[in-house]
């Protein structure tokens, strides 16, 4: 069973960001398969949220529907933590995924995370929260500047407006670029 987990952590610890990247380069047929796979080792570990998600995303796929299913990657992501955190503190690995996060930007995966999260906060989703989280990880910010970030701070307010108004004042081609935002929503 421990081997199982362990190769269950690292076979699905970036699962979210693979499956993007599939339906990125059009491979629906490549993140179907890993969605199908994801739900019967979810189902042979007793994860049954996982396995319900990665079973609606493969569903999703199957019919074609990309959008819906870049949303519930979101829903995956969240439900799919634990187990990975889990799964990695039983080889001592509970941090190596977020230092490779942390160093490495992609213009590509950030552009992709703030999207996604314009998404959730226009649909006034809870999975805002994580879509930020996503979002934050891409950015390379630390533990710290995502707590202090003004998305967060509205976020746990659940003020989905303010976030909205945030996220697009600060997205390219807004002219704040590369600022930071303070609370009020001025760039500095």
């Known amino acids: 069973m421990r081997k199982l987990i362990v190769t269950f952590g690292d076979s699905y ?3 979210g960001r693979d499956l993007r990247a599939h339906l990125a380069a059009g491979l ?4 179907r398969r890993l969605a199908h796979s994801l739900k019967g ?7 049954a949220d996982v396995q319900q998600i990665a079973s609606d995303i493969e569903r999703m796929l199957a019919a074609g529907e990309t ?3 870049l949303a519930a990657i979101v829903d995956l992501e969240v439900a799919i933590a634990p187990a990975i955190a889990a799964a990695r503190s039983l080889t001592g690995g509970a941090q190596a995924s977020d230092v490779a996060i942390v160093t490495v930007q992609d213009d590509g995966a950030i552009e992709q995370a703030r999207t996604e999260l314009r998404g959730l ?5 809870l999975s805002a929260r994580a879509g930020f989280e996503r979002l934050a990880q891409a950015m390379g910010l630390t533990a710290d500047q995502r707590a202090g970030h003004p998305v967060q ?22 002219g704040t670029a590369g600022r930071s935002i303070d609370p009020a929503g001025a760039t500095s």
Request: proline share 7%; glycine share 6%; net charge negative.
């Open 153 to 174: 701070r509205a976020l746990e307010q659940l003020d989905y407006e303010t976030a909205l108004a945030l996220i697009d004042a600060d997205a390219p081609g807004a």
């Open 41 to 47: 080792v979810a189902g042979s570990l007793e994860l």
């Open 67 to 69: 959008g819906p299913a």
């Open 13 to 15: 610890d970036h699962v």
């Open 28 to 31: 629906l047929p490549d993140a």
């Open 121 to 125: 906060l226009a649909r006034r989703s």
